[in-house]
């Protein structure tokens, strides 16, 4: 049964003892009504009657009297209710009828007051009968009204009681329950029973309480154990780490970051990022990309952690409070999410790493000084070799045989090898240090191909290779250095020698591409495997040829890719020539 049911039947019942009492009061009030109206009407009013006749008979000279004396019977006879009232008014309007008649004697008066005393009395005593009658209704009245009202009263009185605690104790129950899960203590459960909604209530409380609790002890306490544990993963991390919202809101920033930023994490989480970089330069540095609009793209294309823009010189004043410059390299990562019922993800923020690669970039220091000083220290004895060699190949010195002739051939060749590899790992050297130095001047694209081509001849004419060179008569001229413009062009053609089969073609073309020439040359060797093209102009690496071995010292793409880019040009490879190889670079046209 529902609560609203038990309440509208407590309602009714209560309803059901106030009509009880007031149709008993009302059916003992009607009785007393009506027996006080019989007294009047049938007794009361008969007294009048009575008292009017005998005032009519003492007065008898009265001319009015006879007549008040007939008014007052004929009211009498019609008021007729008593047993025996009806043979003493007949007999008294027998004698009044004598009286009338002339009969003024004193013995037919006398019968008169008798029969009006005897119907007095008659009606008097009615009256105390009909009195005592009323009396006695009333006192059934009262018994019966405080008898059927004590019992209402204590029916009342126990609904009064119960049905307030029938109501309050089950929202007492709740609310204790409700503060106890809101505690955290889902081990609470509601143990009153019932079967109106209070017990439905109780039920889907229950019900809750142990979805909370197997919640709190299955998913929830893994994510917040994982995220305390990443939490600890971030703090003890040496790199600098800040988390954004896609609303560019600051979530998170570790101990490192903090440092390097200058400023209370706990005063910043929760700003806009944009906020706090108008006072904090370098916060400003971390989050301009992540500001562009069109920061998703940016991010899906890949780029060099080591790039100018990436590469930050930051002030660490360091744990021990020892500080000195460092460099970071600047990784923004963004944070996607897939909805519930959802195929396609949504922005959830973004990630900005700051890896120190102070130590990386000490050791690459060392590393490039070393390479300078040794390649240094090398040129001298090799220009002391060459020299020699060129002293001992002059016929005025002597003649050499057959056998000391290829000796000093081979001892030339490998000079000019170590003298190629010293070159390169200069230029490697001045790469590195940023300290690469350029003669920027106007240069005709016929003259570095002229001095490319000039350079490889021997080796090409050995291999019996032909150059093909396609340049428009119209070409403009490029803002290059010409010294590093025609190395970046020989690198191209030797690589293009080293591979060819013999007796075959190396196109070398220039054209107008927009505003800049392009430089092409192609080779129609083995080409490169697929998963090298993007390895290329790394440094360092050599590409296998077919036969699995590995030539080359991995610099020269290398060299050549900073040198154009230098230049304010571009460099690449074409991937979609076949068969053999196509490298190309991009110079300004003025």
Known sequence: MSLKTKISLSLLFLFSISLVLGGLGAYYLNRLSKDSQ????????????????????????????????????????????????????????????????????????GRIRQNLFALDDLNRRASMRKSRIAEQTAKDALGWLASVGTLCFLIVLSFVISIP?????????????????????????????????????????????????EYEHSSLARVLFEKKRIDTLLEIMSDGIIGLDEQRRILFVNSVAERLLGIDRQRIIGQY?????????????????????????????P???????????????????????????????????????????????????????????????????????VS???????????????????????????EQQELVTHVQDDADRLLKLTGELLNMAQVESGQIQLQMQSVKPADLIQVATNALR??????????????????????????????????????????????????????????????????????????????VFDRYFRAPGLNGQVSGTGLGLAISKEFIQAMNGQIGLNSDVQPGASFYFRLGAI
Do not use: C
């Open 273 to 301: 990022a944009p906020d706090i970089a108008t006072s904090n330069d370098l916060m400003r540095t971390l989050i301009q990309d992540v500001m562009q609009p069109d920061i998703s793209e940016r991010l899906a294309e």
């Open 38 to 109: 019989a007294i009047l009407k049938d007794n009361y009013i008969s007294l009048e009657f009575i008292s009017t006749m005998q005032k009519s008979l003492a007065d008898l000279d009265d001319p009015d009297a006879l007549v008040n004396f007939d008014r007052s019977l004929r009211k009498q006879e019609a008021n007729e209710t008593e047993v025996g009232e009806q043979e003493l008014t007949s007999a008294i309007r027998q004698e009044y009828d004598r009286l009338r008649a002339g009969r003024r004697d004193s013995l037919t008066i």
């Open 165 to 213: 605690s029938y109501i309050a104790n089950p929202i007492r129950e709740l609310t204790r329950g409700i503060k106890q899960v809101a505690s955290r203590n889902f081990e609470e459960r509601l143990h009153f029973k019932s079967s109106d909604e209070f017990g439905e209530l109780a039920q889907s409380f229950n019900s809750m309480a142990q979805k909370l609790d």
């Open 376 to 402: 240094h220290e090398l040129k001298t004895p090799i220009a002391a070799i060459k020299m020699s060699l060129k002293l001992l190949q002059d016929k005025r010195l002597g003649m050499l045989n057959g």
């Open 303 to 373: 780029s060099e952690s080591d790039s100018p823009t990436n590469l930050l010189k930051i002030y660490d004043a360091g744990a021990g409070g020892v500080g000195k410059e460092n460099y970071f390299t600047k990784q923004i990562h963004a944070v996607d999410v897939t909805p519930t019922g959802e195929t396609e993800t949504v922005p959830a923020g973004y990630v900005i790493v700051l890896q120190n690669i102070t130590s990386y970039k000490e050791l690459d220091l060392a590393k490039t000084n070393f390479i300078a000083t």
């Open 458 to 535: 021997v080796q090409a004419e050995q291999k019996q290779l032909r150059f093909e060179v396609a340049l428009p008569p119209d070409l403009p001229s490029v803002w290059a250095d010409p010294d590093k413009a025609s190395w970046v062009l020989v690198n191209f053609l030797s690589n293009a020698v080293r591979h060819s089969p013999e007796k075959s073609t190396i196109d070398i073309d220039a054209r107008l591409v927009g505003k800049q020439v392009e430089f092409t040359v192609r080779d129609y060797g083995p080409g490169l495997r697929p998963e090298h093209r993007d390895r």
